[in-house]
């Protein structure tokens, strides 16, 4: 059966040159058969090739095929909706970082490893020095009068390991406190999450119905299928979304990677409820919510300004 593949609001030029397309792409993903999980699975089990050969043929081996069941053929075939470029566009790039105390053993092992001229053994040294505190107990330190800033860092060391109460005691009574040493350190790289919204006012009985199918369009590529086999315990992928953004046929702001569709957000009617005389609805206000299939890395960004100065430039595979 015929099916539309394409989707446009709106329907006639109103002169604004500014588009967006949104692309729903079905990835092609591989069976077990085509991975390396029978090898695993057979190297931690330990089998043997004489083993191996002596076994029947399991479930990885012979014919496979992926089942759709009743789902149209028409989910993830390619399917494309071009929209009106939003008046606000919003891109943020995010990276993580978590905050780690070195304390005074691994201040001084940074201090050691950034000096180009220190070896091995002197880091080491460095560490040892300062895992040893500089008196053998409370008692000595005391003993000595802490008159010291040395001393009574000393003390407070030693104290810390015996009693969260002593080392407040003299932290209050010396004003002095360990220095946590706090740096930022690399977690990793956020995944972007992009949101779009559209205000559509159909004016034709024509562009009413292709309101009401693009938001048919984007829920039925949004969610997953369930599996054919067993009880419905696994889910399948649905379909990627390739959004490209242009005006007057040229690409405009921030490449996006391949997106997940994760939130559909339709209100109807938002400033009156009022119909046309088919019964379709006089205003749809759609907002849609995506996340990229991966983390970004310094190249996706080096290769994606390459591609803008340089138009033959072919993007690198790193580069989605």
Same mark, same amino acid.
């Given at each position: 059966?015929?099916?539309?593949?394409?989707?446009?609001?709106?329907?006639?030029?109103?002169?604004?040159?500014?588009?967006?397309?949104?692309?729903?792409?079905?990835?092609? *993903?591989?069976?077990?058969?085509? &991975?390396?999980?029978?090898?695993?699975?057979?190297?931690?089990?330990?089998?043997?090739?004489?083993?191996?050969?002596?076994?029947?043929?399991?479930?990885?081996?012979?014919?496979?095929?992926?089942?759709?069941?009743?789902?149209?053929?028409?989910?993830?075939?390619?399917?494309?909706?071009?929209?009106?470029?939003?008046?606000?566009?919003?891109?943020?790039?995010?990276?993580?970082? &978590?905050?780690?105390?070195?304390?005074?053993?691994?201040?001084?092992?940074?201090?050691?490893?950034?000096?180009?001229?220190?070896?091995?053994?002197?880091?080491?040294?460095?560490?040892?020095?300062?895992? &040893?505190?500089?008196?053998?107990?409370?008692?000595?330190?005391?003993?000595?009068?802490?008159?010291?800033?040395?001393?009574?860092?000393?003390?407070?060391?030693?104290?810390?390991?015996?009693?969260?109460?002593?080392?407040?005691?003299?932290?209050?009574?010396?004003?002095?406190?360990?220095?946590?040493?706090?740096?930022?350190?690399?977690?990793?790289?956020?995944?972007?999450?992009?949101?779009?919204?559209?205000?559509?006012?159909?004016?034709?009985?024509?562009?009413?119905?292709?309101?009401?199918?693009?938001?048919?369009?984007?829920?039925?590529?949004?969610?997953?299928?369930?599996?054919?086999?067993?009880?419905?315990?696994?889910?399948?992928?649905?379909?990627?979304?390739?959004?490209?953004?242009? *005006?007057?046929?040229?690409?405009?702001? &921030?490449?996006?990677?391949?997106?997940?569709?994760?939130?559909?957000?339709?209100?109807?009617?938002?400033?009156?409820?009022?119909?046309?005389?088919?019964?379709?609805?006089?205003?749809?206000?759609?907002?849609?919510?995506?996340?990229?299939?991966?983390? !970004?890395?310094?190249?996706?960004?080096?290769?994606?300004?390459?591609?803008?100065?340089?138009?033959? *430039?072919? !993007?690198?595979?790193?580069?989605?």
């Amino acid at each position: 059966m015929a099916y539309k593949k394409n989707f446009k609001f709106p329907l006639e030029d109103d002169g604004y040159k500014g588009r967006i397309t949104f692309e729903a792409i079905q990835e092609n *993903y591989k069976t077990l058969p085509e &991975t390396v999980f029978s090898g695993l699975v057979e190297a931690a089990s330990g089998t043997t090739n004489r083993e191996r050969a002596r076994q029947p043929e399991t479930g990885f081996k012979g014919q496979q095929q992926v089942v759709r069941g009743s789902i149209p053929t028409r989910v993830g075939s390619g399917r494309k909706a071009t929209m009106y470029l939003p008046s606000t566009l919003q891109f943020q790039d995010n990276i993580e970082y &978590t905050n780690v105390d070195l304390g005074i053993i691994g201040s001084a092992a940074a201090n050691s490893l950034g000096d180009p001229n220190a070896s091995g053994r002197a880091v080491l040294g460095a560490i040892k020095n300062n895992l &040893t505190p500089d008196f053998a107990s409370i008692q000595e330190a005391f003993n000595v009068g802490l008159k010291s800033e040395g001393a009574q860092v000393a003390a407070l060391r030693l104290s810390s390991k015996l009693s969260p109460e002593v080392q407040g005691a003299i932290e209050t009574t010396t004003g002095i406190a360990l220095n946590p040493n706090r740096r930022s350190t690399l977690r990793g790289i956020g995944v972007r999450q992009f949101r779009f919204t559209f205000k559509m006012i159909p004016t034709s009985q024509v562009e009413a119905e292709e309101v009401k199918q693009i938001v048919q369009f984007f829920r039925e590529e949004m969610y997953p299928d369930t599996s054919d086999e067993g009880l419905n315990a696994a889910l399948r992928f649905p379909s990627k979304f390739n959004i490209k953004m242009f *005006y007057d046929n040229k690409r405009v702001a &921030t490449k996006i990677l391949p997106s997940f569709l994760a939130n559909v957000d339709v209100v109807y009617n938002a400033t009156g409820m009022a119909f046309h005389k088919d019964g379709n609805f006089q205003e749809t206000d759609i907002s849609l919510s995506f996340v990229e299939e991966r983390a !970004l890395t310094k190249r996706d960004i080096i290769s994606e300004a390459t591609a803008i100065d340089n138009p033959n *430039y072919v !993007l690198s595979a790193g580069a989605g």
